[in-house]
Every structure is written in C-alpha cells, then in structure tokens.
C-alpha cells in the first residue's frame, strides 16, 4: 500500500458507508477524489448531508456531488429500518456547514475520469444509478478507470432483502446494475455472502469503539441503532460490514486470498428474484467472465483497516 492511491467513491451513508469513508480518510496514501452520492439506505437529501457531515468530523474538504435521487425504472424500498430514517442512526447531529457541489454525480464522474484518466478507482457502495447514468452518457468510461469495485450482488442466493436471492444495492435498482454488468468489460465484486463469511468478533469491536479518538465516537454514535439491530435479529456474535470489506478490498487487494472470475448477470423479471446477480459458475454460457468476485480477505488485515478507521491504531 506504498503507491498514491486515487479514489472516487460513490455512496449512501449509510452507518456501514460511513466505516468505509473512515477506512479510506485513514490511509495517508489514498486521495479520495470525489464523494458521489446516491439515494438507497435513505432518501438523497439524508445520504447527502450525512456524507458532508462525516467529511466535517474527519476534516476533510472533498467535493460532494449528489446524483441521481430514485432507481431508474421502479421506486424501491430503503433500509431506514436498519441505519435509523436519517441514515446515521437517528442521533439528531447538528449538519454540516458545507453545502454540496452543483454538478450532477454522473457528470462528475465523468469529468474526473478525463481528469485523472487511468488513475482512479472507482469504489461503489451503494445502488448503482450514478454509474448507470454516466456510462449511458458516455459508453467510454472504463477505458480512462483503473479498476471498478462494487459492493453488491448475492452470487449463490442468500440475500438479504424480502426477495430471498437479492442483496440490497443491486435489488434498490436493478436497471443500473444490469446497465453496469453488461457494459463494464471487469469489476471486482464484494458481495452480501463474501460480507457474511468475513464477520469480526462482536466484542472486539464494541472494544475499538469505545476509543475516545473523535473517529470512533462519531461511529460509536451512529451505530448504535444498527449494532442493537444486528444483536436482535441476527444473535450476532460476529459483526458484518459490507462496505467496509468492500473498502478493504480497494485499499489493499494483495489481502484477498482468493477470487472467482465469472460472467455475471442481472435478473431483471423474476418475480421471485429481480435484482439477483446470475452467476455462471460452470462457464457454461460461453460469456466473457466480467466479475472478479470476492471468495476469502485475509481477517488480521481487514481488521487492521478496521483499527485504523477508529484511530486504535496508526498507519505505517
Ligand atoms: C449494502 O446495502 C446497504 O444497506 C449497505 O450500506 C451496503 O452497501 C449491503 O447489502
Ligand atoms: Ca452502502
């Protein structure tokens, strides 16, 4: 993790967005080009403010540019019932001074990636609109990015919305995902089983929150309301954060151990399974294999970012 690394992170804070912001501030190497915001955990205007107001309490003054405010095609539900109706656990902070940029996500997305042509990566963690609109504009887009991660997809079919085999940010908008699937040549995919296989110990976490660095009291903050979720309806004993493994993996991708490369699909008719990413294991469609999917992260190092994110511990 010694080379510069250049972010444009795309986001719906979101308690476990939230992490992942932390993850990247904490990393010296890293310059996070643009925040991207798009509407999924809550509506635009919460995942917006919350984004500015997590930038406040990390000191950091990168541009903020919302996007797009609904799915593509079908309205879908939120996850207020999980992150709180603000998004950040309800805890009623004073917002941010700053007001976001003017310009549109996908607009910006696509001037950064003139910008910094070949340099940025682009880390998705939330529903897929933005990335949908901007490669609609411009199909050129992953010629000037240098890697795609997602957050997203359930790819043997345990999800965890209503619809059983559905994972939330591609089942918010599945339009965009397929967009996004079909039209990206190769992303790196952290997905809702690879999350549940990467769980740290409850305890341990409840541990580092309790650092009086200003980091993990924010969190400590804003995770309550998802931390007494997690214990009343999983019995958890291990604590699972999408996105901040999905950041692990874009921070520090030597730490994966292993991958699946395979095509991957979007379902978007099924009445049972719209938003289900279709995998095809046995290569047996003959389609280029577009994903690289997440199979095991190496624990110690996705707990060291973790440690980092909350202050416990310093970066080399
Ligand atoms: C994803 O859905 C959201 O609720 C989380 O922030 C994460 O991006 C997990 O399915
Ligand atoms: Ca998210």
């Known amino acids: 993790m010694s080379t510069r690394q250049h972010l444009l992170i795309d ?29 999924g955990n809550v509506g635009l205007a919460a995942t917006t403010r919350n984004a500015l107001k997590l930038l406040e309490v990390i000191g950091a003054d990168t541009p903020v540019f919302a996007g797009a405010g609904l799915p593509l095609v079908r309205p879908a539900m939120d996850a207020a019932f999980v992150h709180g109706e603000d998004g950040f656990g309800n ?10 940029d003017a310009e549109p996500a996908a607009l910006a997305m696509l001037r950064l990636s003139h910008e910094l042509a070949g340099e940025l990566t682009f880390v998705m963690l939330g529903p897929l609109t933005n990335l949908a609109l901007a490669l609609s504009l411009d199909p050129s887009l992953p010629t000037r990015v240098k890697r795609l991660v997602i957050m997203g997809g359930a790819v043997t079919g345990c999800g965890n919305v209503q619809r059983i085999p559905v994972e939330f940010n591609i089942g918010f908008d599945p339009e965009a995902a397929h ?4 039209r990206w040549p190769r992303f790196d995919l952290i997905d809702w089983e690879a999350t549940m296989a990467h769980g740290v110990d409850f305890a341990r ?8 660095h200003p980091h993990a009291a924010f969190y400590r903050a804003i995770s309550r309301k998802t931390r007494d979720w997690m214990r009343a309806t999983r019995h958890a004993s291990h604590w699972h954060a999408a996105d901040a493994l999905a950041m692990a993996v ?15 699909a979007v379902e978007l008719d099924g009445s049972l399974s719209r938003g289900a990413t279709i995998v095809d294991w046995w290569q047996r469609s003959g389609a280029p294999a577009n994903a690289r999917i997440l199979q095991s992260y190496r624990l110690p190092a996705f707990e060291r970012l ?3 994110a909350l202050g416990v511990a310093a970066a080399e």
């Open 11 to 39: 986001t719906d804070p979101g308690v476990d967005d939230a992490l992942a912001l932390l993850m990247a501030y904490a990393q010296p190497q890293v310059t996070v080009a643009a925040l991207t915001i798009a509407a």
């Open 91 to 100: 805890i009623g902070y004073t917002p941010a001074q700053r007001l976001p």
């Open 179 to 182: 967009i996004v699937c079909s």
């Open 205 to 212: 976490v409840e541990h580092w929150l309790a650092n009086p």
């Open 250 to 264: 874009a921070l520090a991708p030597e730490n994966a151990e292993t991958w699946a490369e395979r095509p991957l």
């Open 306 to 308: 973790l440690q980092m």
